[in-house]
């Protein structure tokens, strides 16, 4: 038990995609822009609202990684 | 307003009022044989699976005041008031990786609050405190600010008085009283369809009608429509967005009425499932952002006939405007119903969230030990009534403002409970004698730097070595709430061996 339990609870390399939203959001002069543009749309807008899909998307490999280990209950 | 009654818009937004006060009391007869507990009553029996705590914690997070709110500042303020869509994609990592560690833990003891949770981790029952006054004081203002949601629209629709504000209301305190949070889940299923609706309909007609995209971006004045750049010495509004953004996310699961609607969930799996899915309320939040944008570029702030919805509310008239503009009265009826049930369900569930602090941190700890469970739930009842009156009251008796000012305020003030809650599922090396200092630092410094910008917004520019750094409030006095408990706890660590218990174990966090 005490090893699933660490097993469960330690870092995996799978991990770092969670940080990932954070540097393409908080690197803020990156984005903080107008073009390109999308059909008027400038690069600031639609950057943020790519992100939002994005940023679900990266939690997918961990989820489906801790799934398959049975790690969530 | 100026325009006087629109019938059909009011006879649309009455009906589905009814309807959805119809499905609350239905929802409050759900499962009868524990009611009275405060587990049931207050948690929905920890029962809901995928899909209900989807519409629970999409109706309870995106709130109507959100709604309103959010494209008030991109119309007023631009670029800057688009921080609330990276706030929402920052939040959900965050619930995805450490959120499900409370479900837990607060599954395995039986907590029903983050203050219990605290009482259980530290041992100590001043700090458990101190996290539950914060709570219920942060939350209060954010339910008045609903009600607030409630008057823009029915001020919109023409209706004169207060009176149908009080019935809304009552309607409000009758269901939550009677039916708890299962009330509250059935009708969020309800508000989410017809905010979903609105905002599809919203971003494809007004486009249309405003000659595309790009017209409308056209417009807005080109000093709003980016940050303002960095300068020599300045960091400019670049820092200010994006702690804004990383602060309220960090602040949002803190919020009772979030944690409220995390433990309701049936298993910690539904909390990371929804953190995948509920990204799908912040598509609609970025394009309900954008319709201040559209609001501007329909130019409704200098029409005559909306004159007096934007002396009344400000920037907040906006979007009711817009929707007047562009909508037949038959969809403005909807797209209002929509944000007056959007109301209501966010401020049923904050005042079930306040009356589980009062019921478990306060009434149980402090003025009857020992209470019965089902004391316990009659209580939780009782305090939600008063904590809705009170906001009431404070809706009517107070400047609009107050209520706005005081918001501001909570988001300062939760976010202090950080260390104590979040670091506090990983950690217990934290002394809590230094994690109530920590807190109180953190209190003290943001709401001072909050009292420096007389409460007009909320990001305070440092001065670091020279440099000039736009920071949010909230985010600096988290950094110096973290800095003072860990040094603290380290240096009586250091001293005396931590004499108090915890009652956790490390097997109840996974």
Redesign the interface.
Known sequence: ?PER?RG??GFRPV?LF??V??VA??W??FF???EPSI????F??WY??L???L??L???P??VIE?RDGK?? | MAKGLDLTATSVFVALFAAVTVLGFVGARGRKADHDELAEWGLGGRSFGTLITWFLLGGDLYTAYTFVAVPALVFGAG?LG?FA??Y???V??LL??VF?RLWSVAHAKGYVTAADFVRGRFGSGLLALAIAMTGIVATMPYIALQLVGIEVVLAGLGIPGRLPLVLAFAVLAAYTYLGGLRASAMIAVVKDLLIYVTVIVAVIVIPIELG???????GVPASR???A??TAGNLGQ??G??TL??GSALALFLYPHAVTGLLSSS???VI??N???L?AY??AL?LIA?LGYMALAAGVKSMPAYAAGFKAFGPNFAVPALFLQMFPSWFVGIAFAAIGIGALVPAAIMSIACANLFTRNIYKEYIFPGCSPAREGQVAKLTSLVVKLGALLFVLEMPQIYAINLQLLGGIWIIQTLPSVLLGLYTRRLHPAALLIGWAAGILAGTWMEMQLGLKGSIYALHIFGEIIPCYAAFSALVLNLAVSSVLSATFNLFARNPFVDATV??D??
Do not use: C, D
Not at chain 1, 39 to 42: Q, R, T
Not at chain 2, 212 to 218: E, L, S, V
């Open positions: 038990m339990g469960r609870k991990h969670l940080i939203p954070y959001i908080l803020v002069p903080n822009r107008v059909a008027g749309v400038p600031f807008y943020q609202m992100w939002i899909a940023g679900a990266v939690l997918l961990v989820f799934e969530s209950e | 670029a688009f869509v990276p929402t994609i920052l959900y990592p995805f990786a499900p595309g995209f790009a017209k409308i971006f056209a429509l980016l940050l750049p960095m670049q820092s967005y994006a953004a990383l298993s910690r799996r990371r499932r953190a995948v899915v990204p912040s598509v970025g954008l490390a097997e966090y996974v």
